[in-house]
């Protein structure tokens, strides 16, 4: 199985960037579906982003569409979610999660049996 830890969040002030990283470990990172969620207090894991195994399809929430991007570098082994034009809404705790799919993109949680721990993210007003 594949080991995923996050990193990256912090604090930030509306309208910034903020870059958040997923370093995997423990099997081929290539043959993994990347995503991230997040999860703000008191409400469901939600889908933001994802990326198929080769980096040539994304998909977002459209709550994010525009302003996140998620990359991936496999010969690092690492998945990006670079946020832009950060807004209070988007304080949430980030995971990174993986699963072993070929094909599309997942955006329901229970399809990820791969997570990481989480970082979180705050942005102030």
């Known amino acids: 199985q594949v080991q995923l830890a996050e990193s990256g969040g912090g604090l930030v002030q509306a309208g910034g960037p903020l870059r958040i990283s997923c370093a995997a470990s423990g099997r081929t990172f290539s043959n993994y579906l990347m995503a991230w969620f997040r999860q703000a207090p008191g409400k469901e894991r939600e889908f933001v982003a994802g990326?198929?195994?080769?980096?040539?399809?994304?998909d977002y929430a459209d709550s994010v569409k525009g302003r996140f991007t998620i990359s991936r570098d496999n010969a690092k082994n690492t998945a990006y979610l670079q946020m832009n034009s950060l807004k209070p809404e988007d304080t949430a705790v980030y995971y990174c999660?993986?699963?072993?799919?070929?094909?599309?993109?997942?955006?329901?949680?229970?399809?990820?049996?791969?997570w990481g721990q989480g970082t979180q993210v705050t942005v102030s007003s």
């Open positions: 999660a993986a699963q072993l799919r070929s094909y599309g993109i997942g955006y329901s949680p229970s399809e990820y049996p791969y």
């Open positions: 990326i198929s195994r080769g980096g040539s399809r994304t």
